[in-house]
C-alpha cells in the first residue's frame, strides 16, 4: 500500500521568511496529493491540493509542487506570518486505494515575530 | 451551515467499556471517514463510507465498529475499549472520491 513520509517534523523561521515542507510517496499510481494545516485544538483543514496531470498550483503566498518521477511533492509558503504557525500534513490517493487518504506524519511549523 | 460536528468532545472510558462517537454533517456528502490522531503518526484512517448504508475498512480498523444508517451521520463504535485507544478521533466528509474532506473538531478518548 502506499507509504508517505513527511520532513521536517518541526521547523521554526523567522516571520517573512519562507518555509519549505516536503512530502514523498511511494505508489506512484497515486494522482491526488493534498495539505491540510491544522491550529491547536482543532480539525485539518485543506489549503491547497495538486494532482498529478500540472507540476505547480499557486494560491496567494501558498505553491505546491510536484515531481511524479521522482514521487515527492513540497510545499512552499512565502512571507510566512505568525498565523502560518500550525501543523501541516500532506497526503497522498488514488482510485485504486478508493480515494483513501494516507497522511504524512505532520510538520510543526512556529513562525517567530 | 454547521459542516461537520462530533459528539462528545471529550470522553474517560475504563477498560473494557464502550462507547459511540457520533459525527453529522449538513452538506449532503455521500462519504465520510473516520480518523485517529497519535503523535508523531499523522491520521490514520480506520473505516470509511462512500454512501448511506456502505462501510469498507481503513489502515486500522481492529477494536472498532461502524455504522451509516443516514446518509448524514456515521458512528464509530468501541465495544470493549482498550489503552491503545486512547487518541483524538476526527470524523470527515467529501462530495466524492478525491475531493477535498472537510473535518470535525475532535473527539479527545482517554481509556485507563
Known amino acids: 500500500g502506499e507509504n508517505v513520509e513527511q520532513h521536517p517534523s518541526t521547523l521554526s523561521v523567522q516571520e517573512g521568511d519562507s518555509a519549505v515542507i516536503k512530502c514523498t510517496y511511494s505508489?506512484?499510481?497515486?494522482?491526488?496529493f493534498p495539505w491540510y494545516k491544522q491550529e491547536l485544538g482543532k480539525g485539518p483543514q485543506l489549503i491547497i491540493d495538486i494532482r498529478s496531470n500540472v507540476g505547480e498550483k499557486k494560491d496567494q503566498r501558498i505553491a505546491v509542487t510536484l515531481n511524479k518521477t521522482a514521487k515527492h511533492f513540497s510545499l512552499h509558503i512565502t512571507e510566512t506570518q505568525p498565523e502560518d504557525s500550525a501543523v501541516y500534513f500532506c497526503a497522498a490517493s488514488n482510485y485504486n486505494q478508493g480515494g483513501k487518504l494516507i497522511f504524512g506524519q505532520g510538520t510543526e511549523l512556529s513562525v517567530k515575530p | 451551515n454547521a459542516g461537520v460536528t462530533q459528539t462528545p468532545k471529550f470522553r474517560v472510558l475504563k477498560t473494557g467499556q464502550s462507547m459511540t462517537l457520533l459525527c453529522a454533517q449538513d452538506m449532503n456528502h455521500e462519504y465520510m471517514y473516520w480518523y485517529r490522531q497519535d503523535p508523531g503518526m499523522g491520521l490514520r484512517l480506520i473505516h470509511y463510507s462512500v454512501g448511506e448504508g456502505t462501510t469498507a475498512k481503513g489502515e486500522v480498523p481492529d477494536g472498532y465498529n461502524v455504522s451509516r444508517l443516514k446518509k448524514q451521520n456515521f458512528l464509530l463504535g468501541l465495544e470493549s475499549a482498550a489503552p491503545s485507544q486512547t487518541s483524538v478521533y476526527f470524523c470527515?466528509?467529501?462530495?466524492?472520491?478525491?475531493?477535498?474532506?472537510?473535518f470535525g473538531p475532535g473527539t479527545r478518548l482517554t481509556v485507563t
Open positions: 470527515a466528509s467529501s462530495y466524492g472520491l478525491l475531493y477535498e474532506q472537510y
Open positions: 505508489d506512484s499510481a497515486s494522482n491526488y
